[in-house]
């Protein structure tokens, strides 16, 4: 069963952006869409681009190195058929929670 575990501060990440964490010894992506909270894993399924690092739209993310996009919601890609991990969240105390 997955446990919520802090990710990062509420105040580090804007909206309308992203950032990369390190939470469990995974390698993490937190986007902030109009203050709703988002998880995924960091790591495009392409080429392994930094997904934290890409451009926010809406709940469309473009990873920096080839312009694959993904919900960021639910990890589905609008580019192809691929998917990364998306994590349920929940903010506590001014911090961001993901279940992993």
């Not at 309308?16 to 909270?37: P, S």
């Not at 988002?38 to 469309?60: A, F, K, Q, T």
């Not at 609008?78 to 993901?98: F, M, N, P, Q, R």
Request: with cysteine; charged share 20%.
């Amino acid at each position: 069963m997955a446990t919520f575990v802090p990710v990062c501060a509420t105040g580090d990440v804007a909206p309308g952006t992203g950032k990369t964490v390190t939470a469990q010894g995974k390698e993490l992506a937190v986007f902030n869409v109009d203050g709703t909270f988002h998880v995924i894993d960091n790591e495009c399924p392409h080429r392994g681009g930094p997904l934290g690092e890409g451009e926010l739209e809406g709940c469309i993310l473009t990873c920096p190195w080839h312009s694959w996009q993904f919900d960021v919601r639910t990890g589905e890609s609008i580019t192809d058929d691929s998917k990364v991990t998306a994590y349920e969240t929940k903010v506590e105390g001014g911090h961001v929670l993901a279940a992993i």
